[in-house]
């Protein structure tokens, strides 16, 4: 680590023998960098493609391959100067958190880009721009603006071991700035970065190694299909460009990353006939701040109660996201109309005058920043229905009117009639040719607003209805506007993260990572529930159970998920509910029909006993989810 020490460090490229001026192009090491990072600063510029050397010139004269170069490190002794420095970038480097409420205008993503060519920078900025004209709809004519040839370069600078392991990732603007851009990078690869640059290095190469055991499932189907679809005069040649390919998936496959150590806590909270034990949010608050900033994986036993593993770990989170939709704990509600959260989401509510009341909400909204954090590190879907427009807030973006219709609609049905009688007004002016009918036609109009006064006491009339509408939406739009709220959530996530990493989602993405609506049909339900080995698909029992799940209502939907998966989201493809048979040791004098159904959360299995019709079936089932 170059900042360990005292001397002023600057690593030197010697070009290779080959070269006839045998020139040098250094850089100065920063304190806080790496010896690798200043490496890739110097193999490829920093940033903009440009490094300084001996003559004065800022272009990199000798690119080549990085571990065929020689690389000199040369100490020299710092100046006051420079040890003055260092202390300030050590003190400036620490978290803060930017208050909502003074924060400035967010800048443009995009607008520091940094790339080797300016025309590419500019086709990336277009296409940024033209999804932002489609009203975040990144799809015109069934073409996505995501770029590929961008995701795959993106793509490989995230699958670099040495470059996650040693933190470079954090220090490169340009992908961050890239992965902002939600519209041209694809979800799944910001979704990497995030991982990587969020959660430090362990995290990093461990989601790292994960993903590359996926992907060389899917290229061993990738090379079977390529072989069979090309002809056979190329085959031999398809061979060998696919075998060097796993060959070289197998060469990343060789690095030996240790699995992420795991920290069992038991809980032992208040419940029927424990009555003395601390309530379950007193022990998220132990348990978050105990195991928020660390990198190991977090695992959750409940005393009295067998089990253990990815199971009681979902219990634990859905029960706590359920106690912080309520107001257990606190003597006034932190939630704006919580009865609608399912509709539009939980938004924070104006806080009291009391003092103290104000400090036990906010400490409420610093639990839930945690709780968001640690969700979002052991990929947790716990549940927790937050309203979008508070997400954008704690992205800094700017709230609008349209936020305000999703969250309040009396609050904006004044402000929609208000609309109307602009649109009024726009047409008598535009289509009215006679002017005493026109005149006529706009005292009308005035006689409705007569009873209106603006901000400064005067009364409301035609010539003056567009300003007004504008103050009442500006209103509106700061009644929304609950900043102490926002900034305790952000201190909690900063606790597990910086919160500036969310950026590289947006607020609907950030939304269904933390809950998810129930809606499925019949094509969607064969894809989350399937049948065990031991169970064919076409079994009379499995359509039964779909049918009924399908005639299930919200309510219903959310507690068979709940009492399959311990969750009370939607489960994946990748991990669907998998539903075996119920095993007997005399199933021929079994009657089945007096069993209720059971399951294992940790591996979403369902064990369904042999029913003889679908009313029985539906009938047991609600038993049982009960």
Known sequence: DAGRYSARQTVCQSTPRSEPDGSEVGIELDPQETIFEGLCRLSAGEEAGAVS????????????????????????????????????????DSMQVEPASEKAEKEEPGSNLCLSDDSLRCCVLLLHQLSKLEDNQFSVGGQSYASQALSLHLRRQLEDPLTLGSGLIKRISWVEELCQMHSVVPPAVRERYF???????????????????????????????????????????????????IERRAMLHELRIPPLQHETVEVDHCREGHEDKPALLQWAQWILTAHGSKETVLDVTWKGEAGHGSGPTRKFFEKVASDLESSAGTDTSCWRDAKAARAEGLFPAELPEDKNAQESILKRFRLIGMFIGKSLQQKQRPGLCLARPLFKMILGESVSFEDVKEMDNELASSVLQLKALKRRKDEIINTATDPQKQQSLLQELDEELCMLENMHGDSVHHQNLGSYLDEVERFCIQKLHVDRQVDAIREGINRVFPWQKLNCFSPAELQLKLWSKLEWDKHKLTKIIRPGPSWPDEAQQIEWLRETMLRMDPWHRRALVKFVTACSCMPSEDHPIIVHPQVSTKPEIENWDQKLPTCRTCANFMYMPYYSSPMILDQKLNLAIW
């Open 195 to 245: 991982f990587a640059s969020a959660f430090g290095a362990s995290r990093a190469l461990s989601t790292l190694h994960g993903l590359q055991s996926e992907d060389s499932v899917s290229t061993r189907s990738e090379t079977t299909l390529l072989a069979r679809s090309l002809p056979r005069r190329y085959f031999h040649w398809a061979s060998d460009r696919t075998r060097m390919h």
């Open 53 to 92: 050397s001996g003559d004065g010139s800022t272009t990199l004269r000798h690119p080549g391959r990085f571990w065929e170069r020689i690389y000199i490190l040369i100490y020299s002794l710092e100046s006051d100067n420079d040890s003055r420095t260092v202390q300030d970038g050590n003190s400036s």
